[in-house]
């Protein structure tokens, strides 16, 4: 097992609401933006792999990938299990679901 899957499992073990982000990723902001949008975003951990060498940021993608099945940007993981991506997010945002979800996975009271 690679010091990259180790440390994944490691930060995901450590953070309920974690999301494999980067910042120059438009899909990445636009999750960040939900998070703003209903205050919670001081409880989703992002691990922020966008300054990263371009090999580095592929080594995090591929140990991500292994841990919980998304390699995609971002990916967003609830209590150590894959949730979804800004695709779930804007699925409920057009739905007018989102409150209802997030309440759902324990980030809404």
């Known amino acids: 097992m690679s010091a990259f899957v180790t440390k994944a499992q490691e930060m995901i073990k450590s953070h309920p609401y974690f999301q494999l982000s980067a910042s120059w990723c438009p899909d990445c902001i636009y999750a960040y933006s939900i998070w703003e949008k209903f205050n919670v975003k001081d409880k989703v951990?992002?691990?922020?792999?966008?300054?990263?060498?371009?090999?580095?940021?592929?080594?995090?993608?591929?140990?991500?990938?292994?841990?919980?099945?998304?390699?995609?940007?971002?990916?967003?993981?609830?209590?150590?299990?894959?949730?979804?991506?800004?695709?779930q997010l804007h699925r409920f945002e057009n739905e007018g679901t989102t409150e209802r979800e997030l309440t759902k996975i324990g980030l809404l009271p």
């Open 45 to 87: 951990f992002i691990f922020d792999i966008g300054s990263l060498p371009r090999n580095e940021q592929e080594k995090w993608r591929v140990a991500f990938q292994k841990v919980v099945g998304s390699r995609n940007l971002p990916t967003i993981v609830v209590n150590g299990k894959f949730w979804g991506t800004e695709s």
